[in-house]
DNA sequence: CTGAAAGCGCTTACAG
DNA sequence: CTGAAAGCGCTTACAG
């Protein structure tokens, strides 16, 4: 059997209590002794049970993790720079995709409860959550909600900005010229996807276009989502869109790769314009004018944020909720084409 | 304070084992007291203690997985299909980066000792690990090793045939004229970094052509390692490469990145090939010759065997240690030129 | 500097 | 069908 704190004691003739003060570094302990311990425990190959020690000291060195989709390029990169922060403070994490499903999220949300996660970092579903976050809120379990915000709940939230960022987006294409331009996006209920949705529509009413039904898609953040309303836009009869704003990288991806099956070349026959990156688009043709959004930031400062209210539970210093937005960038590319020309 | 299982036993007037057997609905209760403790649970908004619950079984629902990065398209894709795979069953994903890194690496398997996981799923960053896995197998906590094997431990392993594909890949270009060919490698500790280089050795030699030692490259499994030998490679004064062999996506991609850069045409001025694809590769030009890996495949697999493994622990069909291997595929595409026309 | 005792919040045979 | 008791493996005041 796995040897216990009872057994590394026997062998080195102390008491538990002695074992565990050598083990965590808190109390004094003789030299002496220290060593009998470690003595002990090498022979053992006792390795201290976390589960135990977590129930003791009610915490669990762990941070959950929910995003929608820890494939998508960008969230993967907002998970890593979590990780390579909290890890230095000894948290690991419990990683959760949801596929933007309510219910896989509700229950992953009452998972990482039961599991009693020292801190949680979200990316919800939609923008209203009822009562689903009360409880960690109840249980003063910090909770830290990014790239996605929610109505209903007072919470420390890092987003990127995005009603402004779409706005310019799309008074760029206005600017070449263009006034048949559609949006692909995702959920009405999704505080990302509806943002990028009013930078859209204020830039079109402020250049006094009006607004076709035909051009607003909606789906989901995915790839499926952008290559089957880029089938459908490239292949309107009588009014094609001269221009297609895609409200995330993924529906990018689908866009590009109807264009590519339907033999439609960017710019010249159609232009397109982006809601965040496509990995390696470097290499990829044309470059296409997007904003840029910084995942690793997001990442790290909500792990800064969540770390910050780790450290500071006990105390009275109870920061209110903070509401941290990020500037993005704007990159012209080349997959605008000027009609003014 | 958060209620527990006896808050729920005094309101429902009963005694926490009662709670208990309704909760896990294991053992009689009778309609009821079940009744009751269900109303008691929905008063207080009792959250079982998932932690208490994990000391008394010794099972924490819990799959460890520790691969070099995280955000590496490659294992983003076995990780997720790992996800898929075990939250079916009820297990969580505790997830670890190790960059390689084996020091970093020991620390995750000591953690992951510690807090129990009931599982591993590893990419070992080097073909001989000591005693690190030792600790687990003693424990009888199943191990799974992915994409990389391991030489001094028998444990299961699910990995992509690596050392005839690449002969296969080497062939190629061999047969399309080639015979100035580099390669772009990691670690020579690293069992798919071995099998690849071998199989790009045993190719030469069977055509007879020698190896030339400033055609072999050592860095690690990334970017800038593509990127740094490619230079060194593409300004070669004398005897620059007519091709180069990319050991996997990362190094590809630094490799194209460079080129780029240099303004060296694929093929034209120079051929690649490249064991497993990048992401996105459909939009991007050329398409390179590759061999194709199945990350899902990989990571499904990883998880059927591993799950395999927790349902029978008790069992004694101790099944003998799985060796899996899985094929790729040869993709040929345009970045290569043919020397012979 | 060290040990005995209590307790974290569950589950699980064992009686009844 | 239900409850009392023991115990999972630690930590942590509290005495001494």
């Known amino acids: 059997m796995k040897p216990t704190i009872k057994d590394v004691a026997e062998r080195a003739k102390v008491s538990p209590s002695t074992v565990s003060r050598v083990l965590t570094g808190v109390g004094y302990v003789s030299a002496a002794t220290k060593e009998k311990v470690l003595k002990a425990v090498d022979e053992l190959g006792y390795n201290p049970n976390g589960v135990a020690r977590s129930l003791k000291r ?38 959760c995709s949801t596929d933007d499903n309510a219910s896989k999220e509700e229950t992953f949300l009452r998972i990482l409860r039961e599991r009693r996660i020292d801190g949680l970092i979200f990316a919800p579903s939609r923008l209203e959550l009822g009562s689903a976050l009360k409880p960690f809120l109840d249980a003063n379990i910090p909770v830290v ?23 310019r987006l799309v008074q760029s294409l206005i600017e070449m010229g ?31 276009i009006p607004i076709r039904p035909q051009y607003i898609q909606h789906g989901r953040f995915d790839q499926e989502t952008g290559y089957l309303c880029g089938k459908r836009l490239f292949t309107l009869k009588d009014d094609r869109p001269t221009a297609i704003f895609a409200t995330n990288n993924s529906i990018l991806y689908g866009l590009m790769l109807a264009a590519r099956e339907l033999l439609i070349r960017i710019p010249e026959d159609i ?13 990829i043709f044309p470059r296409v004018t997007a904003i840029l959004q910084h995942p690793d930031r997001v990442g790290t400062t909500a792990a800064e944020v969540l770390l910050a209210r780790l450290n500071h539970t006990h105390v009275e210093e109870v920061q209110k909720t903070r509401r941290i937005v990020l500037p993005t960038d704007f990159r012209c590319g080349t997959s605008v084409r000027n009609l003014r020309d």
Chains 1, 2 share one sequence.
């Open 271 to 283: 232009s397109l314009v982006s809601f965040g990156d496509l990995e390696y688009s470097e290499l």
């Open 145 to 167: 909600l990014v790239d996605r915000t929610i109505t209903d709940v007072e919470v420390d939230t890092v987003v990127e900005e995005g009603e402004q960022s779409s706005y």
């Open 58 to 95: 009610a915490k669990t060195q762990t941070i959950g993790v929910i995003v929608p989709d820890i494939s998508n390029p960008y969230f993967v990169r907002v998970v890593r720079s979590i990780e390579n922060c909290v890890s230095k403070s000894d948290y690991n994490l419990l990683l």
């Open 178 to 208: 263009h006034e048949r331009i559609a949006i692909v996006n995702s959920k009405p209920y999704i505080s990302t996807s509806i943002e990028r949705q009013r930078g859209y529509e204020r830039a079109m009413l402020d250049a006094g």
